[in-house]
């Protein structure tokens, strides 16, 4: 009998051609169907794939191993562990790093003698529904992108200006998310400033801000007489903002004054305020602040800052700023206690129904304003980061809506846009002539479509036909 032998090439460079091409093919597919996050992870895997490859062609954990050009099951699983145990010791010492390090992450809090801390931490007034969290389908759902999440150009502005009030008028302008700057004769306030770009998340793949047609710096600004803060995070409270405005007076929630500090904030120039408390500020304005349902944090340890809702009265005017917060029954209790308002700034923005107990929809948005007895409502916490699913319009454009729906007045300012309360006040649907986000050449040509059906066949043809070969490759031959 003949001695067995294999025949032709060893290398199957018909069957990786193939995959590759399958592959690239499948990518186009996901892009083409808003799913390009998977490819993000499929670019991750092919990284790991890489690396193992290149670590395979040297001696680690190759002891046992016969030859370097094959590796065992065994050493690849070796392999493979010790990349993702490198990866993860990555992100932890960064994160350690982080928070030990950063200013960013600000001071370290206080225990505090309110009825509102207890157990190492401050809690709603409301037992919040924990509901179905951050659900499968919400992770699912942060895979696909359509594009309508941000806006598909720069959006429109207005170059900013400081007023000229007189009397006993006062100022507003918005720029944009939840900065509010308000301008009387004597004084200027400001909620909630977050200006620059590296603002939002202590961590480099933080949202960046959408672009503006004109950008707003902290130099242009009138000089703050007082900063208020609604809670610590970091789309609320800049470090940079905060650094900048070194001799303002800040008016703060319980634990925001150890962040301060660690930023070079005298004490002396700030004001921590509990729920329900009240102060005099200067002749002309008074403040109290008022509860939110939501939460706070900047590192490790949460809730151990507090957070909540403005009423402030300057001259003549009532104003009311809700920070971040979900839907409850308090909203009917400021009204009450401290309305009506001549307007509302309210969080409209950055919704879902995972987390709906600490940010509101734009109907109870609207429902908000009513409660509190607003003459008019300004919806902000949007239109300048990506930071939840919804369309970067839909608030804004809902709240609208909603306000006719049930006779509440909404005022939309453009960003940068300054107005006086009570004469006109801005309601022009600008967010409408924003162009549309417009998909990409590669999304929309049906050329480009069928060229990536047409290479997946082609693809799944040079896999099949490599098999065969394969087949052939190892049939015996037989010598004399």
Do not use: C
């Amino acid at each position: 009998m003949g001695k067995a032998k294999s025949g032709g090439s060893e290398t199957p460079a018909l069957h990786f051609a193939g995959i590759a091409l399958f592959l690239s093919s499948s990518m186009l597919w996901l892009y083409r169907h808003d799913l390009i996050r998977i490819n993000y992870i499929i670019g991750t895997i092919l990284m790991f794939r890489a690396a193992e490859y290149g670590i395979s062609k040297s001696s680690l954990f190759a002891e046992n191993e016969s030859t370097l050009e094959s590796s065992s099951l065994l050493r690849r699983a070796k392999i493979y562990s010790t990349l993702v145990a490198l990866s993860l010791m990555f992100i932890l010492v960064s994160a350690t790093l982080f928070l030990q390090f950063s200013q960013q992450v600000g001071g370290d809090p206080e225990p505090y003698d309110s009825e509102n801390y207890y157990d190492g931490s401050f809690h709603n007034r409301e037992e919040l529904d924990a509901g179905d969290g951050f659900t499968l389908q919400t992770a699912v759902d942060y895979l696909i992108d359509d594009g309508s999440r941000a806006p598909g150009s720069v959006l429109p502005s207005i170059e900013f200006t400081p007023m000229n009030i007189t009397g006993e008028e006062l100022g507003i302008t918005w720029f944009g998310h939840s900065s509010i700057l308000l301008q009387t004769k004597n004084i200027t306030l400001l909620f909630d400033p977050v200006f620059g770009e590296d603002n939002t998340d202590p961590l480099f793949f933080g949202p960046s801000p959408f672009d503006y047609e004109h950008d707003y710096q902290l130099q242009d600004l009138p000089h703050i007489d007082y900063v208020f803060i609604s809670h610590d995070h970091y789309d609320h409270l800049d470090m940079g903002t905060v650094k900048f405005l070194n001799t303002s007076e800040y008016i703060v929630p319980l634990g925001v004054k150890a962040h301060l500090i660690e930023w070079g904030i005298p004490k002396s120039n700030i004001q921590e305020f509990d729920w329900y408390q009240e102060a005099n500020i200067s002749e002309e304005m008074s403040v109290v602040f008022t509860p939110s349902q939501h939460f706070s944090g900047r590192g490790l340890s949460p809730d151990n800052t507090l957070w909540g809702s403005w009423a402030v009265y300057i001259n003549q005017h009532r104003l009311y700023f809700s920070g971040d917060g979900g839907y409850s029954s308090e909203f009917s209790k400021i009204g009450e206690a401290y309305g009506p308002f001549d307007i509302a700034f309210i969080e409209a923005g950055q919704y879902d129904e995972a987390w709906a107990d600490v940010h509101m929809f734009p109907n109870q948005t609207v429902q908000a304003a009513i409660d509190l007895k607003a003459a008019t409502l300004l919806p902000i916490h949007n239109t300048k980061f990506v930071l939840a699913l919804h369309g970067w319009d839909e608030p804004l454009e809902e709240v609208t809506l909603e306000g006719q729906r049930r006779n509440v007045s909404v005022t939309t300012p453009m960003i940068g846009e300054s107005f006086v309360l009570g004469q006109a006040m801005p309601n022009e649907l600008w967010w409408r002539n924003v162009s549309v986000y417009e998909p990409p050449f590669l999304k929309e040509s049906s050329f480009i479509g069928t060229a990536m059906y047409t290479s997946m066949i082609a693809a799944l043809v040079m896999i099949r036909l490599d098999s065969s070969n394969g087949k052939k490759r190892i049939e015996l031959t037989y010598e004399d």
